[in-house]
C-alpha cells in the first residue's frame, strides 16, 4: 500500500514511467530529479504521507532507500 | 565583423590576462588563456572549407570554461551561435527539425544526419550537415540565437546582436556594481538568457564565474560555494522559494555579497523574507525582470529601495527606457514597453527567416501589463497573451492547449493559478488516459507532472462569442 503510494508520488514528481525500476532512480542522475522534481517529489511526498519534511529531510532525499528511510523517521511503515 | 563593432569576446580580451575568468574543478582558466582558446576555436571555424561563409552554428552546452569558450571563439569569429540545453532532447529535436542548421557543436557523441568535421581547441566536435538545406545566409547583425524557452508551439528563436550583448552585459554590470573582485557561482544554465547574462557581465566586468557542478539544493552547492569565496548567487523563483524551506540564511555564506533574482515573479512573502535577511546578512538582494527578447534584462529594484517597492519590477536598467502604452478598446489598461540597445531584431521560426534584419528597431512590445508609482517604479499586472511562467520558463497557454488537443480526444483550457502550477481543464470527446496525457504534457514542457493538474470537465464554458470563457473557469 505504502509502496504503491511511494510509486505513484516519484511518478507523478520526476515524469518517470511507471515501469521504471525504483531502486535505479537517484538525485541528479535520474532524467526529471532536477531541483524543479525534488521540490516536487517533496510536496507529492508531504501531501500522500501527510509529514512535513525538515531541510534536512529534503537535502538526504536523494533515492527511494532514503525516502523510505527519511519516511520511516516520520512513522511512515514499509512492508514488502 | 566590422571592426568598429564591440563583441563580449573583445570586452573579455581586455581585461589582464593574469586575472582569473573561469574557475571550474579541474582548475582556474585565466583571461589570456581564454581569451587564447577562443582565438583558437574562432580560427578552427574559420578554417573549414566551408568556414569562409557565415552559418548558424549550434551550439549544445552544459555550463563549462570548453563551452564558455567555444561561445566566444563563435563570437570572435562572427559565426552567429545559438545555444542549446545539451540534455533537453524534447526541445533540442524540435530546434533541429525546424532549422536544419549546417553546423552543430557537440562536446562528445554524433549526431544523426551530420558528420564529423573538425575538433575544436575545446574539445568540442564540429559537426556538418552530410544534406544541407538550401538557406540564405543570416543577417549581418546576427550574434546569437536564444531560444524562448518555450518547448510547445512552433521553434522559435530570439535572434540577437553583438550590440545587444554588449550593452546588456555593461548595463548590468553598471547597476550592479560589478568589479573584477566579483565571483559569481553559475547557478544557471549558459544556454538560458538569463544564465548567460551572468557569464557576459562578469566577462565585461572582468569578474570570475565559477562553475559549481552541485545543485543548489545539496549541502555540497555551498560548500563549493564557500571554498571559492563567491560573492554573488542568482536564482528564478522556483529557487529562492526551495531555499527557503532549506532555512538558507546568507548569514551563513561570510563572503556572499549579492543576491539576484529573476526569471519570473517571486511573490510578496518571498521577498519580504528574503529583505530583512539579505540586509542582516550585510548583502543585497536585486528584484529584477526582463525577457530573453531584450537580451535578458530589462529592469531591477535596487536593493537599498526594495523594503519600500515589493512587488515592483523597478526602474529601467541603464541605457534602457520603460514607458506605458494604452491599449486600444480596453477600459485603461497599459502595456509596458521597452525601448533600449538590447531588444533583440526579432524572432526567427525557421533558418530563411535567419535572413532578416532589424524589425523592432529598439522596441519591445513586452506583452506584460502594468503600471508606474508616482516614484518612477513599474509594476506588472497581468499578461497581454496567455502565457505562464513555470520554474522560470515561460509556456505559451494557448500552445499548451493546441497540442494536447492535438494529441487527445479533448477540448483544453490552460490557465496559470501561480506558484509553478498549470490547471488544466479537460472536456472529454472520447475516452482516452489521463496519466498519459499529464506525464506527456509534462515531459513536452519539461516541468514535473504533479504541477500540472488535470480537471475533467462536462463542457467547457464559453463565451457570447463562441470563444473558451477563462475568466469563468478562473473563478
Redesign the interface.
Known amino acids: 500500500m505504502n509502496r504503491q503510494k511511494l510509486k505513484t508520488c516519484f ?5 518517470i514511467a511507471p515501469t521504471t525500476d525504483l531502486e535505479s532512480v537517484s ?2 542522475t535520474t ?2 530529479w ?11 511526498l508531504e501531501l500522500a504521507f501527510e509529514v512535513e519534511l525538515s ?1 534536512e529531510d ?2 538526504e532525499l536523494t533515492s527511494v532507500q532514503k525516502a523510505i528511510g527519511i519516511l520511516g523517521q516520520h512513522g511512515v511503515t514499509f512492508d514488502n | 565583423m566590422s571592426p568598429s563593432i564591440t563583441s563580449i569576446f573583445d570586452l573579455a580580451a581586455a581585461h589582464p590576462p593574469h586575472e582569473p575568468a573561469i574557475i571550474e574543478d579541474a582548475g582556474t582558466v585565466f583571461y589570456g588563456a581564454l581569451i587564447a582558446l577562443s582565438r583558437g576555436v574562432a580560427e578552427a571555424l574559420n578554417s573549414t572549407p566551408a568556414g569562409a561563409t557565415r552559418r548558424p552554428h549550434f551550439l549544445f552546452c552544459s555550463s563549462s570554461s570548453a563551452a564558455i569558450a567555444t561561445y566566444l571563439g563563435c563570437l570572435a569569429a562572427n559565426q552567429p551561435v545559438c545555444l542549446l540545453d545539451e540534455s533537453r532532447t524534447v526541445q533540442s529535436h524540435r530546434i533541429l527539425n525546424a532549422f536544419a542548421p549546417p553546423v552543430v557543436l557537440l562536446r562528445e557523441g554524433s549526431l544523426e544526419g551530420y558528420r564529423h568535421a573538425t575538433t575544436l581547441p575545446t574539445g568540442f566536435q564540429l559537426l556538418e550537415r552530410i544534406d544541407p538545406r538550401e538557406a540564405p545566409a543570416p543577417h549581418a547583425d546576427i550574434a546569437l540565437l536564444l531560444t524562448t524557452s518555450g518547448s510547445t508551439g512552433d521553434p522559435k528563436l530570439v535572434r540577437l546582436t553583438h550590440r545587444n550583448l554588449t550593452a546588456n552585459a555593461q548595463s548590468i554590470a553598471q547597476y550592479l556594481g560589478l568589479s573584477s573582485a566579483e565571483r559569481s557561482t553559475q547557478s544557471l544554465p549558459m544556454y538560458y538568457s538569463y544564465g548567460l547574462s551572468l557569464i557576459n557581465s562578469h566577462l565585461a566586468a572582468g569578474a570570475v564565474t565559477v562553475i559549481n557542478p552541485h545543485s543548489f539544493l545539496r549541502p555540497d552547492f555551498w560548500t563549493h560555494f564557500r571554498d571559492h569565496r563567491c560573492t554573488s548567487f542568482a536564482g528564478v523563483p522556483h529557487m529562492y522559494e526551495t531555499l527557503k524551506r532549506l532555512r538558507f540564511d546568507p548569514a551563513t555564506q561570510p563572503t556572499l555579497r549579492t543576491l539576484t533574482q529573476a526569471g519570473g515573479k517571486l511573490s510578496d512573502p518571498f521577498i519580504q523574507h528574503y529583505t530583512p535577511l539579505t540586509r542582516a546578512a550585510g548583502a543585497r538582494f536585486f528584484v529584477m525582470y526582463g525577457q530573453t527578447e531584450a537580451t535578458a534584462r530589462i529592469s531591477y529594484v535596487p536593493a537599498d529601495q526594495l523594503a519600500d517597492k515589493v512587488g515592483s519590477i523597478g526602474v529601467a536598467i541603464p541605457g534602457g527606457e520603460l514607458t506605458l502604452e494604452a491599449l486600444e478598446g480596453t477600459d485603461g489598461m497599459q502595456e509596458l514597453i521597452y525601448r533600449g540597445p538590447n531588444v533583440m531584431l526579432g524572432y526567427a521560426e525557421s533558418s530563411a527567416s535567419l535572413a532578416l534584419g532589424d524589425e523592432l528597431t529598439g522596441k519591445l512590445r513586452t506583452g506584460d501589463l502594468g503600471h508606474v508609482d508616482s516614484d518612477g517604479f513599474y509594476y506588472i499586472t497581468g499578461r497581454l497573451k496567455r502565457f505562464a511562467k513555470l520554474f522560470g520558463k515561460r509556456v505559451n497557454l494557448v500552445d499548451v492547449e493546441t497540442m494536447v488537443e492535438a494529441n487527445y480526444p479533448v477540448r483544453a483550457a490552460a490557465l496559470d493559478s501561480g506558484r509553478d502550477t498549470l490547471m488544466l481543464f479537460l472536456e472529454t470527446l472520447a475516452e482516452f488516459d489521463l496519466h498519459a496525457l499529464t506525464q506527456e504534457t509534462a515531459r513536452a514542457l519539461g516541468i514535473p507532472p504533479s504541477s500540472i493538474k488535470p480537471h475533467p470537465v462536462a463542457a467547457l464554458p464559453m463565451t457570447g462569442s463562441g470563444k473558451k470563457d477563462y475568466a469563468a473557469l478562473q473563478a
Open positions: 511518478v507523478g514528481a520526476l515524469g538525485f541528479g532524467d526529471g532536477d531541483s524543479v522534481g525534488h521540490i516536487a517529489l517533496v510536496t507529492e531541510p529534503i537535502t
